[in-house]
């Protein structure tokens, strides 16, 4: 019995195939080409959305998204590995209509439209809107940090530079007194003429200068650091507990479809700060006034807590835990019960801390309180395990301590609810990251990582929507549509 044998490769056909026929009915990539083709490219701003009257035509700007959305989508971001995929994938031969644009153009389409590739992301989610998608109910919100185009070799902190140059003026030494060794005794062995070794001084002193430089630039710009190939990209700590170069992208999930709302990339290390400005935008996004939110304890600030309760938004963040100097979690600040009626600390061994004084900062004047009970402290049999100051323990309490209570207690109250923030929010960058591979970035600048960064969103939330949908349900819908999703 004979095996299954392919059709002869030089066997003329006398009716061609359809392109039509490269791709099954059902195939996500018709979900691709339905959506770039009801979006207006010239409201969206892309470069050369209007055809040239002299020239060379260019590409239509669909075209090339197409491409980028259906790469990003199986994990090919590369516009060489792209440019591959136009001559050989069947289904992007299909998508593109046998256009085979190099890899020059395709990596100039994402260079030249960033703003408007952040456009189009909006459209989508504004199209999720439409369609139901959104819960707007509960939103997560949380950061992730991604590696930038930019090694830890070529980033500079004022400490680094310090050490830098220091070295370098050692080295200069070190050849000047080989130098004069050098012409003192010129029947010795030399391991380098003095032609070399000038030559070394001088490389030693341009790159001296070139460290001088970056050192001007933070004192100028009042920074902390300086990267030479990404210019905005800052050094931050991951979970991983390393240190890389690359940018904090803080993301807004709603919970009902874990779909991806919104997004903003900072060069900030933490997420300290963030919590008010996300959940605002978030109610911006949604158009939904009462909101709740929930969040790490990485956010836990008092500032963006009261403008969330200031603007109809609940926030469930966790609170923040400090040590007490020693370790010991039995003597933590949060194990010491304050009592409002009498004014008083209580700590775990019922010793009494009264106020001592206030606390107060030239920014913001009075920040607090603090509780003490040195006398009690001096002779007390565990002062060890509490704390390291010869004196005693102190407690501070803040001035909006009331305020913070109400906020834990809810939280504690909601825990169902908090426990939802990974779940939420941690499958998109898991999807992105881990299971796409997109844990980097590369193109350089703020501007260029955002609009790189639209791409992978949009791309998430198409899966999303295929995966809730199906195929033929968001082909129906995007083929009913009768007018731009921008309108």
Known sequence: MGYIKGEERGQTILLPESIDDYVHEDNPVRIIDAFVEQLDVLELAFERS???????????????????????????????????????????????????????????????????????FRQFVRLCDEWGLYGKELVAIDGTKMRACN???????????????RYIDEKIETYMKELETTDNAETQERKLSVQEVQQRIQELRNRKQTYQAYQETIDKKGCSEVSTTDPNARLMSNNNNTVDVGYNVQTTVDAKHKLVADFKVTTQAND??????????????????????????????????????????????????YSNGTGDKEFYPDKFHYDAEENIYRCPRGIELYFAKKRTSKEKGVIGYEYRNYAACSSCPVKERCTRSAKGRSIFRHIDQDFLDTINLKTEKNKDKYRLRQMII??????????????????????????????????????????????????AKLTARKSPALA
């Open 50 to 120: 209007t055809s040239p009257t002299f020239g060379r035509p260019p590409y239509n700007p669909k075209v090339l998204l197409k491409l980028y959305l259906y790469g990003y989508l199986n994990r090919v971001r590369s516009s060489r590995r792209l440019e591959q995929e136009a001559a050989r994938n069947l289904e992007v031969i299909w998508l593109l209509q046998k256009l085979k644009p190099d890899y020059k153009t395709i990596a100039d389409f994402r260079k030249d439209n960033k703003l408007a590739l952040k456009k189009v």
């Open 426 to 475: 941690e499958h998109v960058f898991g999807t992105i990251k881990r299971g796409w591979g997109a844990y980097y970035f590369l193109t350089k600048r703020k501007r260029s990582v955002t609009g790189e960064l639209s791409l992978s969103f949009l791309s998430y939330n198409l899966r999303r929507v295929i995966s809730i949908l199906g195929t033929k349900e968001v082909l």
């Open 272 to 321: 300290l700060g963030e919590l008010a400005n996300m959940a605002l935008r978030a109610q911006v996004v949604l158009g939904k006034k009462e909101l709740e939110v929930v969040a790490d304890k990485g956010y836990y600030k008092v500032d963006d807590l009261k403008t969330c309760v200031k603007n109809h938004i609940t926030p469930y963040v966790a609170k923040q835990t």
């Open 151 to 165: 090694s830890k070799k070529n980033n500079y902190s004022a400490k680094k530079l310090e050490r830098h140059i």
